[in-house]
Protein backbone atom coordinates (compact mmCIF):
# COMPACT_ATOMS: atom_id res chain seq x y z
CA UNK A 1 0.00 0.00 0.00
CA UNK A 2 1.25 3.65 -0.63
CA UNK A 3 0.92 6.04 1.72
CA UNK A 4 1.15 9.75 0.68
CA UNK A 5 3.90 11.43 2.08
CA UNK A 6 3.11 15.39 3.39
CA UNK A 7 6.73 15.93 5.00
CA UNK A 8 9.92 14.23 5.15
CA UNK A 9 13.70 15.09 6.26
CA UNK A 10 15.91 12.80 7.92
CA UNK A 11 14.46 13.07 11.31
CA UNK A 12 10.81 12.73 10.77
CA UNK A 13 8.13 11.96 8.51
CA UNK A 14 4.24 13.07 8.05
CA UNK A 15 1.99 10.66 6.38
CA UNK A 16 -1.92 10.95 5.16
CA UNK A 17 -2.87 7.77 6.54
CA UNK A 18 -5.60 6.32 4.81
CA UNK A 19 -9.38 4.49 6.36
CA UNK A 20 -9.08 1.08 6.82
CA UNK A 21 -5.62 0.59 7.62
CA UNK A 22 -4.27 -0.13 11.19
CA UNK A 23 -1.98 1.82 13.11
CA UNK A 24 -0.21 -0.83 15.13
CA UNK A 25 0.47 -4.55 14.96
CA UNK A 26 -1.95 -6.43 17.33
CA UNK A 27 -3.19 -10.48 17.85
CA UNK A 28 -6.47 -9.58 16.47
CA UNK A 29 -4.75 -7.78 13.10
CA UNK A 30 -3.71 -10.05 10.12
CA UNK A 31 -3.39 -7.75 7.82
CA UNK A 32 -0.71 -5.48 6.66
CA UNK A 33 -0.37 -2.43 9.03
CA UNK A 34 1.58 1.00 9.20
CA UNK A 35 4.25 0.13 11.98
CA UNK A 36 4.73 -2.94 9.21
CA UNK A 37 5.06 -0.54 5.99
CA UNK A 38 7.45 1.87 7.96
CA UNK A 39 9.47 -0.91 8.29
CA UNK A 40 9.63 -2.81 5.66
CA UNK A 41 9.18 0.10 2.65
CA UNK A 42 10.48 2.96 4.60
CA UNK A 43 13.01 0.95 6.29
CA UNK A 44 12.70 2.82 9.93
CA UNK A 45 13.88 0.53 12.16
CA UNK A 46 12.52 1.41 15.56
CA UNK A 47 9.33 -0.18 17.83
CA UNK A 48 6.32 0.65 15.83
CA UNK A 49 8.10 1.83 12.85
CA UNK A 50 8.92 5.25 15.04
CA UNK A 51 5.23 5.92 15.37
CA UNK A 52 4.70 8.77 17.89
CA UNK A 53 0.60 8.79 18.12
CA UNK A 54 -1.95 6.54 17.06
CA UNK A 55 -5.30 7.00 14.65
CA UNK A 56 -7.84 4.62 15.21
CA UNK A 57 -8.20 2.23 11.70
CA UNK A 58 -11.09 4.03 10.00
CA UNK A 59 -9.93 7.80 11.14
CA UNK A 60 -7.86 9.22 7.79
CA UNK A 61 -5.35 11.85 8.15
CA UNK A 62 -2.58 13.32 9.35
CA UNK A 63 -0.18 11.36 11.74
CA UNK A 64 3.67 11.73 12.76
CA UNK A 65 6.60 8.98 12.40
CA UNK A 66 10.33 9.69 13.81
CA UNK A 67 12.88 8.34 11.87
CA UNK A 68 15.64 8.25 14.89
CA UNK A 69 15.50 6.92 18.34
CA UNK A 70 16.36 10.82 19.63
CA UNK A 71 13.06 12.30 17.28
CA UNK A 72 11.03 9.87 19.01
CA UNK A 73 11.75 10.34 22.40
CA UNK A 74 11.45 14.24 21.80
CA UNK A 75 8.13 14.14 20.32
CA UNK A 76 6.68 11.81 22.83
CA UNK A 77 7.92 14.11 25.38
CA UNK A 78 6.40 16.98 23.68
CA UNK A 79 2.93 15.19 23.78
CA UNK A 80 3.41 14.54 27.39
CA UNK A 81 3.91 18.65 28.04
CA UNK A 82 1.15 19.04 26.10
CA UNK A 83 2.82 20.92 22.95
CA UNK A 84 2.01 19.14 19.87
CA UNK A 85 -1.68 20.97 18.91
CA UNK A 86 -3.88 18.07 16.66
CA UNK A 87 -7.49 19.13 14.79
CA UNK A 88 -9.50 16.95 13.68
CA UNK A 89 -12.68 16.71 11.62
CA UNK A 90 -15.76 15.35 12.26
CA UNK A 91 -19.22 15.35 11.58
CA UNK A 92 -21.84 14.52 14.60
CA UNK A 93 -25.75 13.94 14.92
CA UNK A 94 -27.90 17.02 15.99
CA UNK A 95 -26.97 20.76 16.21
CA UNK A 96 -23.89 22.69 17.83
CA UNK A 97 -24.30 26.04 18.13
CA UNK A 98 -21.75 26.99 20.14
CA UNK A 99 -17.63 25.91 20.90
CA UNK A 100 -17.09 23.84 23.99
CA UNK A 101 -15.01 21.59 26.50
CA UNK A 102 -15.09 18.66 27.20
CA UNK A 103 -13.56 17.46 30.43
CA UNK A 104 -14.64 13.84 31.30
CA UNK A 105 -11.94 11.26 32.10
CA UNK A 106 -12.07 8.21 30.41
CA UNK A 107 -11.07 4.15 31.00
CA UNK A 108 -12.65 0.78 29.49
CA UNK A 109 -16.39 0.14 29.48
CA UNK A 110 -16.95 -2.54 32.23
CA UNK A 111 -19.69 -3.62 30.45
CA UNK A 112 -17.67 -4.39 26.95
CA UNK A 113 -14.08 -4.22 27.54
CA UNK A 114 -13.58 -3.15 23.65
CA UNK A 115 -15.62 0.27 24.10
CA UNK A 116 -14.32 3.36 26.14
CA UNK A 117 -16.28 5.32 28.45
CA UNK A 118 -16.29 8.50 30.43
CA UNK A 119 -15.65 7.28 33.89
CA UNK A 120 -14.37 8.82 37.51
CA UNK A 121 -11.55 6.54 38.03
CA UNK A 122 -10.67 7.09 34.57
CA UNK A 123 -7.85 8.75 32.85
CA UNK A 124 -7.89 12.63 32.27
CA UNK A 125 -9.26 13.69 28.92
CA UNK A 126 -10.26 16.85 27.93
CA UNK A 127 -11.37 17.65 24.24
CA UNK A 128 -12.15 21.55 22.76
CA UNK A 129 -14.98 21.89 20.02
CA UNK A 130 -16.29 24.38 17.48
CA UNK A 131 -18.84 23.69 14.97
CA UNK A 132 -17.92 24.88 11.78
CA UNK A 133 -21.21 24.52 10.13
CA UNK A 134 -24.47 22.80 10.76
CA UNK A 135 -25.84 20.99 7.68
CA UNK A 136 -29.38 19.97 6.99
CA UNK A 137 -30.29 16.73 4.95
CA UNK A 138 -32.95 17.77 2.19
CA UNK A 139 -36.03 15.82 2.03
CA UNK A 140 -35.30 15.15 -1.22
CA UNK A 141 -31.73 13.24 -0.27
CA UNK A 142 -33.71 11.37 2.60
CA UNK A 143 -36.44 10.20 0.53
CA UNK A 144 -33.93 9.00 -2.02
CA UNK A 145 -31.71 7.17 1.34
CA UNK A 146 -34.39 5.77 2.44
CA UNK A 147 -36.72 5.05 -0.26
CA UNK A 148 -37.44 1.83 1.13
CA UNK A 149 -39.10 3.23 4.41
CA UNK A 150 -42.82 3.57 4.97
CA UNK A 151 -44.67 6.83 5.96
CA UNK A 152 -44.05 6.23 9.50
CA UNK A 153 -40.65 5.23 9.76
CA UNK A 154 -40.18 7.97 7.62
CA UNK A 155 -41.99 10.22 10.57
CA UNK A 156 -39.54 8.22 12.95
CA UNK A 157 -36.79 9.73 11.64
CA UNK A 158 -37.72 13.44 11.53
CA UNK A 159 -39.14 12.98 15.15
CA UNK A 160 -35.58 12.31 16.30
CA UNK A 161 -34.12 14.92 14.31
CA UNK A 162 -31.56 13.15 12.24
CA UNK A 163 -31.65 15.22 9.50
CA UNK A 164 -29.62 17.78 11.51
CA UNK A 165 -25.71 17.85 11.50
CA UNK A 166 -23.00 19.82 12.60
CA UNK A 167 -19.24 19.54 10.83
CA UNK A 168 -17.21 20.21 13.68
CA UNK A 169 -13.06 21.51 14.63
CA UNK A 170 -11.95 19.04 17.65
CA UNK A 171 -8.81 19.67 19.50
CA UNK A 172 -7.67 16.76 21.66
CA UNK A 173 -5.73 18.14 24.81
CA UNK A 174 -5.05 14.65 25.79
CA UNK A 175 -4.66 11.49 23.64
CA UNK A 176 -6.74 8.96 25.42
CA UNK A 177 -8.10 5.79 23.46
CA UNK A 178 -11.44 7.18 21.22
CA UNK A 179 -11.22 10.29 23.26
CA UNK A 180 -13.09 12.45 20.38
CA UNK A 181 -15.04 9.66 19.62
CA UNK A 182 -15.88 8.89 23.59
CA UNK A 183 -16.31 12.91 24.40
CA UNK A 184 -18.78 13.24 21.65
CA UNK A 185 -20.90 10.56 22.26
CA UNK A 186 -20.97 11.68 26.05
CA UNK A 187 -21.90 15.04 25.37
CA UNK A 188 -25.30 13.38 23.02
CA UNK A 189 -23.88 14.30 19.49
CA UNK A 190 -21.83 10.97 18.36
CA UNK A 191 -20.12 10.67 15.69
CA UNK A 192 -21.63 10.12 11.84
CA UNK A 193 -20.94 6.02 11.14
CA UNK A 194 -19.38 5.53 14.45
CA UNK A 195 -20.54 1.52 14.72
CA UNK A 196 -18.80 1.47 18.39
CA UNK A 197 -20.48 4.83 19.95
CA UNK A 198 -23.34 5.80 17.71
CA UNK A 199 -25.12 2.90 18.34
CA UNK A 200 -26.19 -0.23 15.96
CA UNK A 201 -29.45 1.16 14.76
CA UNK A 202 -27.99 5.07 14.08
CA UNK A 203 -25.19 3.32 12.34
CA UNK A 204 -27.39 1.02 10.11
CA UNK A 205 -28.82 4.51 9.51
CA UNK A 206 -25.73 6.60 8.50
CA UNK A 207 -24.38 3.40 6.63
CA UNK A 208 -27.01 4.20 3.57
CA UNK A 209 -24.89 7.57 2.76
CA UNK A 210 -21.78 7.53 4.77
CA UNK A 211 -18.92 4.70 3.52
CA UNK A 212 -17.28 5.60 6.91
CA UNK A 213 -16.87 6.86 10.38
CA UNK A 214 -16.89 10.79 9.73
CA UNK A 215 -13.40 11.57 11.82
CA UNK A 216 -10.51 13.22 9.94
CA UNK A 217 -7.60 14.38 11.16
CA UNK A 218 -7.09 17.27 9.69
CA UNK A 219 -4.07 19.19 11.19
CA UNK A 220 -0.79 18.64 13.52
CA UNK A 221 1.57 21.21 14.63
CA UNK A 222 5.04 20.58 16.86
CA UNK A 223 8.52 21.77 17.53
CA UNK A 224 10.60 20.26 14.13
CA UNK A 225 13.06 18.00 17.60
CA UNK A 226 16.23 19.35 16.15
CA UNK A 227 15.67 22.93 14.59
CA UNK A 228 13.25 24.06 17.42
CA UNK A 229 10.88 25.93 14.79
CA UNK A 230 7.54 24.95 15.03
CA UNK A 231 5.60 23.29 12.14
CA UNK A 232 1.98 23.27 11.78
CA UNK A 233 0.99 20.71 8.57
CA UNK A 234 -2.42 19.94 7.26
CA UNK A 235 -4.76 17.04 5.03
CA UNK A 236 -7.29 17.67 2.99
CA UNK A 237 -10.17 16.06 3.64
CA UNK A 238 -10.39 12.60 2.64
CA UNK A 239 -12.47 12.20 -1.05
CA UNK A 240 -15.00 9.89 0.17
CA UNK A 241 -15.45 12.57 3.18
CA UNK A 242 -15.62 15.01 0.82
CA UNK A 243 -18.38 13.56 -1.14
CA UNK A 244 -20.52 12.73 1.88
CA UNK A 245 -20.27 16.86 2.81
CA UNK A 246 -21.51 17.82 -1.18
CA UNK A 247 -24.13 15.30 -0.93
CA UNK A 248 -25.61 17.46 2.10
CA UNK A 249 -24.70 20.70 0.18
CA UNK A 250 -21.70 22.04 1.57
Not at 189 to 197: A, G, T
Request: with cysteine.
Amino acid sequence: MRIPVVFEDDYLLVLDKPAGLVVDPAQTVKDQTLADILQTDFKIKLFRGGIVHRLDKDTSGIILVAKTGATLENLQSQFKQRKIKKEYLALVHGKLAEKGRVEGHIGRNPGNREKFTVLEEGKEAVTEYEPIKLLVMSQELIEKTFEDFNKIQLRKLQTMNYQLYTLLKCHPLTGRTHQIRVHLKYIGHPIVCDEKYAGRKMFRLDKRWCPRMFLHAKRIGFYHPISGNWMELESELAKDLQEVLENLGE
